[in-house]
């Protein structure tokens, strides 16, 4: 019931609808569309590019993700299919980092199985819709574990006309009522600071989705979250 679920409702957090609403099936998941990733460019002629930018990453982490990160579930454990370079941008220097919420049904499982089916489902429907893999580089579960997803050698596609140079991590789950669970929120404060000593990042650069357009993402509740993160001494700042 979870996956079918989420295989419905897997939503544009990554590419929201006009009017800012989550829980809606992406642009094209109804009527058999198929939607170009959120990069504001095309990506025909890249694809080259990426491909040459993802055999690098396999290369220098062997699939895994990148140092410095702490403890990550790799990707393999969650599914067997690698991205489409093809119809990818190569990411370059990361610059900024922008949190987002999957914007689905609630979700308040534990279970590394729950989450792993999830990010699946997730990436299954990106990939209907003709992108090229997930649309995040990382995911965080409600247990507070992280997630590899979108190799960080490759754009992701999370914030429309705001892709490149930008790490995209996402929270699973609706934080629209709800308020993250305390292991997430820690996991991600973690994350972040590691993150940004890694790639050199400002907090001024670390956003949330609805920080470049309207939408309900990261939801209410993590959006006052990442506010005292970044505010406060023993958080980002």
Do not use: K
């Amino acid at each position: 019931m979870l996956i079918a679920g989420a295989a419905l409702l897997a939503t544009g957090c990554s590419s929201p609808p006009r009017n800012g609403r989550v829980g809606q099936p992406l642009p094209g998941t109804s009527g058999g569309g198929r939607t170009p990733e959120p990069s504001g460019t095309s990506t025909a002629s890249s694809g080259s590019d990426a491909e040459e930018a993802l055999r690098a990453w396999r290369e220098r982490s062997n699939g895994a993700a990148g140092p410095g990160m702490g403890e990550v579930v790799p990707r393999a454990a969650w599914t067997t299919t690698g991205p489409i370079a093809s119809l990818a941008r190569p990411m370059g220097r990361i610059e900024r980092i922008t949190v987002h919420h999957d914007g689905m049904d609630e979700f308040d499982s534990y279970s590394r199985q729950d989450s792993a089916r999830r990010v699946e489902a997730i990436r299954r429907a990106h990939v209907n819709l003709g992108w090229a893999d997930i649309g995040y580089h990382y995911i965080i579960d409600p247990a507070g574990r992280v997630y590899e997803g979108r190799p960080t050698s490759l754009q992701g596609a999370h914030v429309r006309d705001a892709n490149e140079q930008n790490l995209g991590v996402m929270v699973l789950g609706n934080y629209m009522r709800r308020a993250p669970t305390e292991a997430s929120v820690a996991s991600l404060e973690s994350f972040l600071r590691t993150a940004m000593r890694q790639h050199r990042v400002p907090v001024q650069r670390v956003m949330t989705h609805r920080e470049y357009v309207p939408t309900a993402c990261p939801g209410d509740r993590l959006q006052t979250m990442m506010n005292q993160l970044r505010t406060s001494r023993a958080g980002l700042a």
